[in-house]
């Protein structure tokens, strides 16, 4: 019998200046067994990073194919698909393929990660088309290593100002560097 996802929930004050956005929400993380605390964590960042209205976690590792955070629009269709961590190309050519309109995003914590996927892309034959419409975005790993906490509650204030985050995760202070990656 497979051990059942581990419920989550994270208290998330979020300031992007840049963006002018000012929002309080809870967000509940289904972590799945063989998730670790660093994905999970690279998960609600990312949330916090990309935020818009509509996006909300997805599936995550419970569903292999299934995207880390979703947004849909009022009709039901997908209009971004977040993958975290490590980010094979055929996973974002099949959401890019299913998903026309949506805004793709990876989502790494690591540059080793980031490195092994541009490295996958330089490998393909040719560029592939729809490139265009995926983001990679690069989060300073020491910083998401400090947000791993094994906390089934946390209340985080995030602020995100010029590329930087600041978290305050129940009265712990961290920062680290944030970037859109430009393509190789």
């Known amino acids: 019998m497979a051990l059942p996802a581990t419920r989550m929930e994270f208290k998330v004050t979020l300031s992007d200046a840049d963006r002018g956005v000012d ?3 809870s967000l509940i993380v289904a972590r799945h067994p063989s998730e670790t605390l660093e994905h ?7 949330w916090c990073v990309l935020y818009d ?8 590792l419970s569903d292999g194919e299934a995207p880390d955070l979703i947004a849909k629009d009022p009709r039901g269709d997908v209009t ?9 190309w055929e996973k974002l ?3 890019l393929s299913q998903n026309s309109g949506a ?5 790494f914590g690591d540059p080793r990660r980031h490195a092994d996927f541009e490295a996958e892309l330089v490998a393909l034959p040719r560029p592939p088309k ?3 419409r995926v983001d990679a975005w690069l989060a300073d790993a020491a910083l998401v290593n400090a947000l791993a906490k094994d906390a089934r509650r946390q209340s985080w204030t995030v602020t995100l100002v010029e590329g930087h985050a600041y978290v305050d995760v129940d009265g712990a202070s ?3 560097a944030l970037a859109k990656q430009a393509r190789a």
């Open 53 to 60: 209205e509509s996006l909300e976690m997805g599936a995550g």
């Open 93 to 95: 050519r099949k959401a």
């Open 174 to 176: 961290h920062d680290g």
């Open 130 to 132: 729809e490139l265009g």
């Open 40 to 46: 999970v964590a690279l998960r609600v960042l990312a």
């Open 103 to 107: 805004r793709v995003t990876a989502f």
């Open 80 to 88: 971004a698909w977040v993958s975290c961590g490590r980010v094979p």
């Open 23 to 25: 929002v309080s929400k």
